[in-house]
């Protein structure tokens, strides 16, 4: 069984443009989370979509989106770019009870 | 406000030696516990959790944690440290009637081993 996937895992973005981060969970798994982890911060709980809704949201700015697609599949996306985004940024998903939560490899974003 | 406190930011053990990592909770109900290990350049791996069943709990790699209320503790522990456990080490929460993918992360431990 494939385990979370996440897409791209390495990115270089520059101050000002926008990402958009993929992943995609592990089979008959609905919900989805996202994590942002700094050195400075640690890990910090983005938000959580379930069956295309999202269902939880942690206290980021507005410049950070996401979505969930049918098939479970979810996107994040951060606008507007700031130096403070870079960062490595955590999948993971569970079958919707929260029971065991799964993560991916992640995606390192290094904004310039 | 549920939380966890990781007690140290930094544990060095010998091959061979025990580990404990300690880690205390804030929840004013009985909450559902994890230890996650990340190795350098890695996702997270879950290496237990505690839902309250039992108060030990053994998860991969021979570590173990117990839940202790009176203390609001979940330790972990590992009766012999190998080089390979080296990585960072996070206990988590899920808060009250959590059904999905929130948690709360405590701040790690870096476990080094030496040979």
């Known amino acids: 069984k494939a385990g979370v996937t996440q897409t791209p895992r390495y990115l270089i973005k520059t101050r000002g443009q926008q990402v958009t981060l993929s992943c995609s969970p592990i089979?008959?798994?609905?919900?989805v989370s996202w994590y942002q982890q700094t050195p400075g911060q640690g890990l910090q709980f983005l938000f959580e979509?379930?069956?295309?809704?999202?269902?939880n949201k942690g206290n980021f700015p507005g410049r950070f989106s996401g979505r969930q697609f049918s098939n479970s599949r979810s996107e994040m996306n951060v606008s507007t770019l700031e130096l403070g985004d870079s960062a490595l940024y955590l999948c993971?998903?569970?079958?919707?009870?929260?029971?065991?939560?799964?993560f991916g490899e992640g995606s390192w974003l290094t904004v310039v | 406000a549920q939380s966890v406190t990781q007690l140290d930011s930094h544990v060095s053990v010998s091959e061979g030696t025990p580990v404990l990592l300690r880690c205390n909770y804030s929840?004013?109900?009985?909450?559902?516990l994890f230890w996650y290990v990340q190795h350098p350049n890695k996702g997270l791996q879950l290496l237990l959790k505690?839902?309250?069943?039992?108060?030990l709990v053994k998860g991969i790699n021979g570590f173990e944690a117990e839940f202790k209320k009176s203390e609001t503790s979940f330790h972990l522990t590992k009766p012999s440290a190998h080089m390979s456990d080296a990585a960072e080490y996070f206990c988590?929460?899920?808060?009250?009637?959590?059904?999905?993918?929130?948690?709360?992360f405590g701040q790690g431990t870096e476990l080094s081993v030496k040979p």
């Open positions: 993971a998903s569970n079958p919707g009870d929260g029971n065991t939560i799964y």
């Open positions: 089979s008959g798994h609905r919900s």
């Open positions: 979509y379930f069956s295309e809704t999202q269902r």
């Open positions: 929840s004013s109900y009985s909450p559902s």
């Open positions: 505690y839902t309250s069943a039992a108060t």
């Open positions: 988590v929460v899920s808060p009250q009637g959590n059904q999905g993918g929130k948690l709360i």
